[in-house]
């Protein structure tokens, strides 16, 4: 019997912004399902991690339903387990189904201990999935403040009890964990001995082990094997990204009559590269314009000034950019507002006296729109700054629409990155939080008598061609007109005021 052995498929993940759905169609659409074809397999099990999110968008669940369906047109069965980033009720609905057609979802701990059975010329192959444990505990039985290890080895104990009666049968484990092993890279060998690991020996008397989790292909032992991911996702550690190390590849696993036989890695073709580069700013923007997503490492004797918007005219998905001091040999992260400098308020909200911090992404990621990170936080005075559309961030990158078609760019929705004017809400209902780039309301010396703003907020009448002060209302909203006169006249031209 043949398997591939692949994981952490992260559909969705976007790479500092860029979204790499296109470049992953390409791989879980084409290729993976040719590999199957031409080396003949028999079963393909994904050890976790299908989605990046719980809530995948529809686009993503596409992508992943035409994976399947090609995967099982090429002649394969498929298991799938579910990791961390996965939901198990969404990525398990309609198992008892999909079985049938050859879509194994093993999404919950009550299926452990039940192997999914195959069989070959030497006779039957037992699987056993064990979704990710990392929240279980009480499920599994065995306590919700018991470690990892401990839910492992509650787990294992009921695939043993299971092969007992099946003395027969080899066995296959499919698992989505971070196993020790002091080969380890990355952040990950940060959490070995911890309770986030669990010992490679929790594996013993297993005839293969697929596991999932890390991302880079490697075995922990003949038996214990990491697949590694299908496409480079970088993420922040320290310093440096991790995952800069292609080629991605998937594992051939042979069963023969007494178990494994042999192991292959089939190394994995990348729609686009993931390099570093290296050098002085001029240097790296004299060099040929490249579409792989790209590290860039500057030598210069002095930190430059705008290095960031230079390197993209040059690398349009440029990922990272650093300085390395020739002195103190220390690495300063570049970042996308050194480049441009937007409009900064200094002082406090109005009204509220809030500072409103906000960037785009997660963790340390810059808004790559404006620039800002959690060091230099996102302000900006008026609305129009933000009223942009997602073309001016197409421009920069000097792409046309074929290229970032092919790239797997789409637009942002409405409501991600200042599409729109910001809609001014009362005082209680302020800071709004929004992803991207945000927006404060205007000052009265900015926008005098502005009738689409807020008057509650402006402090002055919402008629046309009256700014008369307000006076605040007793135990109620503020007044929207100074008068009923200019009441009238509001009506009458039918000024809108939006909705709070």
Known sequence: ?????????????????????????????GEIPALVEEWEVDLVVVAGDIYDRTDPSEAEVAVCQDAFAAIRAAGAQLLIIAGNHDSPIR?????????????????????????????????????????????TGSALGCGAGRSHADR???????????????????SVVVGHVPVADPTERGPERLRVGSRHTVPVE??????????????????????????????????????RPIDFDPPKSVCMIDLGADGLTSTTEVPLLMPSGLVRVEGTLTELTAATRSLDYVHATLTDAFRPSGAWKQLRRRFPFLVR??????????????????????????????????????????????????????GRPCFQIRSAIGASTINTFHRERGLDAAELARLGYQPYEVDDHGTHRQLWRTESQWPVHRDGCHTLPPTPA?????????????????????????????????ALYCSGKCRVRAHRARTPVPAT
Request: hydrophobic share 40%.
């Open 1 to 29: 019997m043949r398997i591939l052995h692949t994981s952490d498929w992260h559909i969705g993940f976007r790479m500092r912004g860029m979204p790499l759905l296109a470049a992953q169609r390409v791989i879980l659409v």
């Open 91 to 135: 990525l398990g609905a309609g198992a008892v189904f999909s079985a049938a057609g050859g879509l194994h979802l093993v999404t919950s701990v009550a299926g452990i201990g039940r192997p999914v059975l195959f069989d070959d010329e030497h006779g039957s192959v037992a699987v056993y999935g064990v979704p990710c444990l990392q929240f």
């Open 152 to 170: 492992w080895l509650t787990a294992m104990t009921r695939v043993r009890a299971d092969l007992a009666g099946r003395p027969e049968a080899r």
């Open 202 to 239: 929790v594996f013993a008397g297993i005839d293969y082990v697929a596991l999932g989790d890390l991302h880079w292909p490697h075995a922990v032992s003949r038996a214990v094997r990491y697949s590694g991911s299908p496409l480079p996702y970088v993420y922040d550690f320290g310093p």
């Open 321 to 374: 950019a650093e300085w390395v001091d020739p002195v103190t040999a220390s690495v300063t992260p570049l970042h996308p507002d050194e480049a441009e400098p937007h409009a900064s308020l200094a002082t406090s909200m109005p009204v509220t006296g809030e500072l409103w911090r906000g960037f785009y992404g997660e963790m340390d990621q810059p808004c790559l729109r404006c620039g800002a990170h959690p």
């Open 446 to 478: 900015e926008r005098p008598g502005l009738a689409e703003g807020r008057p509650n907020r402006l402090g002055i009448c919402a008629a046309p061609g009256c700014a008369a002060p307000l006076k605040q209302r007793r135990g109620g909203r503020p």
